[in-house]
C-alpha cells in the first residue's frame, strides 16, 4: 500500500491531537512531525518530501495562508480552521480543501482522499515522459497552419516576415527568425546567417561559404563561419 507522508502545522494541542487521531485511522497516512507554528513546518518541506499539511489559519509569528505564499514547493494543503471568511483566499492559494472546526472524521476523510487523488495525479504528470513536438503552428493568411518539423527545408527571413521551405511548398508568415529558432528543436536546426534556419538533415552538400539543399545555395555569415561542420 503506497502511504502518504504528511505534516500537522497546528498550535492548539486539542485540535492537533484530534488531526493525529484521525490520521492514525487512516492507513495509508504517514504522519512525519507537528508543529505549533510555520517557520519549524518550513524547515521540515525543506529537509523532507512531504506530500499533505494539515494546516490551521491562524497561527503565532506567521499566518497560515501567509506561510504557504512562501512555499517554492508546495505540498497537497488541507486548511483546518474555525474561520470560514478565509476559504476564498484559501482557494486561490489551491488549496485542496477546508475543514471548518469541529469536523467529522468522516469530512476529514473526504477532504483527505481528495487530497490523496491530487498528489497521485501531480506525480503522474511529474513522471510523464516528455514527448517532444514534432510540429508548429504558424499564422498564414489569417489562419494557423500546422507546419510538420520534418517537412522543413530551410527558413528565410524578410523584413518582418519569413519564408518556411517544405517538401510540399512555401509559407509565408509574420514572425521573426529569432522567434522561430526559440521554437524549433535546436538538434534538428542550426541558424547559419541572420536571414536563414536550415533543417541539418536536409543538407546536401556544405562548405565554409554556403550550405546546399536541393540545388539551393544558403550562405553562410560571418558570424557563423567559426565552424563549417554543422552535424
Not at 500537522?8 to 512531525?33: C, F, H, T, W
Not at 489569417?142 to 517537412?151: M, Q
Not at 541572420?194 to 538533415?201: M, Y
Not at 543538407?203 to 554543422?230: L, M
Request: hydrophobic share 40%; net charge neutral.
Amino acid at each position: 500500500m503506497q502511504r502518504y507522508k504528511c505534516i500537522i502545522v497546528e498550535d492548539e494541542p486539542l485540535a492537533s491531537g484530534i488531526l493525529k487521531n484521525y490520521i492514525s485511522r487512516i492507513p495509508y497516512l504517514e504522519l512525519q512531525g507537528e508543529f505549533r507554528e510555520a517557520i519549524s513546518a518550513g524547515r521540515q518541506l525543506q529537509q523532507e518530501e512531504t506530500d499533505l499539511i494539515f494546516l490551521d489559519i491562524h497561527l503565532p509569528e506567521l499566518k497560515g495562508l501567509d506561510f504557504l505564499r512562501t512555499l517554492t514547493k508546495m505540498p497537497v494543503v488541507i486548511v483546518t480552521t474555525a474561520y470560514h471568511q478565509y476559504a476564498l483566499d484559501g482557494f486561490e492559494l489551491s488549496v485542496t480543501d477546508y475543514l471548518l472546526k469541529p469536523f467529522s472524521f468522516n469530512r476529514f476523510l473526504a477532504a483527505v482522499n481528495k487530497a490523496v487523488k491530487q498528489v497521485n495525479a501531480s506525480y503522474v504528470m511529474a513522471n510523464r515522459p516528455v514527448i517532444p513536438e514534432r510540429y508548429l503552428f504558424l499564422t498564414i493568411d489569417r489562419r494557423k497552419v500546422k507546419i510538420l518539423f520534418d517537412e522543413i527545408d530551410y527558413i528565410e527571413s524578410s523584413r518582418e516576415y519569413v519564408k518556411v521551405f517544405t517538401e510540399k511548398t512555401m509559407y509565408v508568415s509574420k514572425i521573426s527568425t529569432g522567434e522561430l529558432e526559440k521554437i524549433l528543436p535546436a538538434e534538428k536546426f542550426r541558424r547559419i546567417h541572420r536571414s536563414f534556419i536550415v533543417a541539418v538533415d536536409k543538407i546536401d552538400a556544405y562548405n565554409k561559404e554556403y550550405v546546399e539543399i536541393k540545388g539551393e545555395k544558403i550562405p553562410i555569415g560571418g558570424g557563423f563561419k567559426k565552424d563549417n561542420t554543422f552535424f
